[in-house]
């Protein structure tokens, strides 16, 4: 703003405003400011006057600088509002990260990431790292690390796409499109680490391999239900070997054994440990195989040279049925699975399973 200048005229004051000029405002936060502002200024004849001089009143000149210092005044409320509108942004905006369910907000507890993914930091990690590569950024909604663990949230806990979508705050689609990405992907970089085992290595630490099915669910005739089958096979040391593709629930037993390429597999003297509904002996037996189904020798205090081997192998059962329970704990597997994701469900069971060996194995040391 320019300086003033006095001059005396007939009979009255004026004052003289040199190059008087007013700057805007810059107001954060505020899209306009309108100011109107007018003054009176006198005709001038003289050249000085011409070129910009203008001479106001006392009353004129007190009425502007009053003004102004309003404007100056609510220039600096307007400074401290826009700054605790900002400050309240800031925080709500950090009250709704630490709503949105993130891998950041529950790498640094152990319990939580065990509860929703079943696996510690280091796998998870390990995993992101091994996976990275191969999945294609299409969904900016959110990072890789958090749409893994939502996959991962999906498996362990069978969670819906709306309840996904509420945690994270995507869409149901977007969960739905995240969630078939990564279950193919998954499936082909997990699956060699399900390896049928060198039977070597296993005769020199254990006696038997163990054969034992899973069925995803039961065929309930008052639910009128449909279930699918999935034949695994379990080594001595606690970890998945072979798992069949999925057979509708009223296939048998015995034909998934035959059909799903687990015989071949087998060497002569293999001993297989089965449940009493496989009736597999001749099939066994003609690959060389040793059918070994475990009897019940609870309460008896002596035992025969055979039933002594029998408790051998129920001890060995209850490996077989602990690996199980892990694998159950993927709850994603016990859910009602709707049927536009039917065609993902070998690749879910792959998955599952190649998470169930990355786990500390059951078998004591």
């Not at 826009?82 to 529950?106: D, G, I």
């Amino acid at each position: 703003m320019g300086g003033c200048s006095v001059g005396v005229g007939e009979g009255h004051e004026s004052y003289k405003h040199s190059k008087f000029c007013l700057s805007p405002l810059n107001l954060p936060g505020l899209s306009t400011v309108a100011l109107n502002i007018k003054l009176k200024l006198m005709q001038s004849n003289t050249p000085e006057e011409a070129e910009g001089d203008c001479p106001m009143s006392r009353k004129e000149h007190d009425d502007l600088c009053f003004t102004h210092h309003q404007l100056q005044e609510e220039y600096i409320n307007l400074q401290q509002d826009c700054f605790k509108l900002r400050s309240e942004n800031e925080e709500l905006r950090n009250e709704l990260q630490k709503s949105k369910f993130s891998y950041s907000n529950v790498k640094s507890s152990i319990q939580l990431l065990l509860f929703f993914t079943g696996l510690t930091s280091v796998i998870f990690e390990w995993l992101l790292k091994k996976l990275a590569g191969s999945i294609e950024i299409g969904h900016q909604a959110l990072p890789l690390e958090d749409q893994l663990l939502m996959v991962l949230m999906k498996l362990r806990m069978g969670l819906s796409n709306t309840d996904l979508a509420y945690r994270f705050h995507v869409t149901t689609s977007t969960v739905s499109n995240i969630y078939r990405s990564w279950i193919s992907v998954m499936s082909v970089v997990f699956k060699p680490l399900i390896k049928w085992p060198n039977k070597g290595a296993i005769l020199k630490k254990y006696a038997q391999n163990i054969q034992t099915s899973l069925q995803k669910n039961t065929w309930s005739n008052y639910k009128h239900s449909n279930t699918l089958k999935y034949l695994i096979a379990i080594t001595p040391a606690g970890a998945i070997s072979f798992l069949s593709p999925g057979w509708g629930g009223w296939v048998s037993d015995k034909q998934i054994t035959k059909e799903s390429g687990f015989l071949e597999l087998l060497e002569p003297m293999d001993e297989v440990l089965a449940d009493r509904r496989f009736l597999i002996r001749d099939e066994l037996a003609a690959c060389g195989a040793i059918l070994r189904i475990p009897h019940f020798t609870k309460g008896k205090k002596q035992l025969s040279a055979l039933e002594v081997d029998t408790s051998r192998l129920s001890r060995v059962r209850i490996h077989v049925e602990r690996v199980i329970g892990r694998w159950k704990n993927f709850k994603i597997l016990q859910t009602v699975i709707p049927v536009s994701q039917v065609d993902m469900l070998d690749d879910v069971v792959i998955v599952c399973g190649a998470l169930t060996n990355l786990c500390k194995s059951v078998v004591p040391k």
